[in-house]
């Protein structure tokens, strides 16, 4: 019998709860960021938005189900960590580190203007849906139901930013 695999560090995912809480998340933005021009996904901010709003359910529906996992991270760090895969982002872009403050300071600002206006939230199903098929181990179908979430993140987004500019336009 091998002994069970050590926990990570405090502050860390373990590798199964990053495998489905932020590879496919980041996955799905990545390539959504690359359809819609930007092969960097931390220079398109509706894509990031969509990510921060995936990894952020994603991470809802595993705190749900948490306490029957009996190696699982501890709850402050699965609430970081929707803003540390994103920091993840704009850390690997070559930011300095005061660069990447800024913007997770402003992505997070955005997200929870659009949340408070209620510009997002129509994702949350796709999301919970593909949860359930992670966890049943049908990726290709999670895939496809996390995009569809990112899509509605970002056209709610896009939707958004053209009604401001037509207002401030006015």
Known sequence: MTPPDPLPPEGLLTPEEYQLLAAPALETAAQLAAQRGDPH?????????????MVSALTYAHLERVSSLPEASTRATLEAAPLAVCTLVFTRSGLTAGEVRQCIEA????????LRQGVLGAQGAFVETAYEQLLAGDRPAALRSLRKAAQAIVGAVDAWEASQAAVEGN
């Open 41 to 53: 996904l931390f220079n398109d901010m509706p894509t990031m938005l969509a990510l921060l709003g």
């Open 107 to 114: 992505l997070s600002a955005a997200f929870l203007q659009l």
